[in-house]
């Protein structure tokens, strides 16, 4: 049985197909792209005004955190401080975390300081040999798609893909993939744009008019929790990565900042989310 069965979405027929199961919306003018290093680099310096490379100390410190989410989640997400921990602890010593589009390796990097024992995926060439050479990481220059569901020899603690899964036409290839990776207990993070946030809800046009031709799919807090319920795990954790009241033409956008933030956070609303989930014992 397939995990998706899409139709044209009531509103937007010509920009969107919707799945009747779950509500992922399915982007049909979405284009190929070759993922190499150009595209890498100047994606990234066109959207943060920085090369990669540059903002390494804003990716090392997002990385921290990250991590900081895990521990508190395995922790029975008991506050910990200022959600980071540092390289003496032993609590992930025997853990194993893989990343999905690993880039240059710095969250891999941080990962293992604190004690995971971790592997990468990634396609571009420059960040896999900088990963490698300079970093010493595990890092394989392949697509996710071509590693089957049975291959690796044992199941991950952690399996994450920031901003990747959204690239990926063959959606049930992808979605198998990371429920067959995840031990029972292990967890799945997330960072992807979501369509339940200002410029979509308030703003189509506008969202229409910037949407990244090789996204094939949106996805949103409320999709998400369905499909992964169906895939057996439940979400631990999801927040907004970021604040755009401005972007708001509705009446949230009117709210008073503070307000805005605590409805947001409360609700997932944001262009972008992270999300935790744990895959549930059988």
Known sequence: M?????????????????????????YLPAKHREYGDSYFMEEYKSQYKKSYYEDEPNLRVMAKRRLGNLKNLAEGQREVGNSTFTSNSNSYSKKSLLEIGSAAGFFLDEARIVGYRTKGLELSPKEVEYAKSTLGLDVEKTSVLSVGEGDWKEEFDVVSAFFVIEHIEEIEGIWKRLAAWIRPGGHLYLAVPSSFGPSFQTNPKEWFSTHPADHFFDYSVHSLKKLLSILGFEVNYVRPMSYHSYRDLGPRGKLPEWLYRLYANQFAYGDTIELIARKLKH
Not at 15 to 26: D, M, P, S
């Open 2 to 26: 397939s995990l998706f069965e899409f139709i044209p979405h009531k509103k937007f027929p010509e920009y969107y197909e919707e799945c009747q199961h779950t509500g992922v919306l399915r």
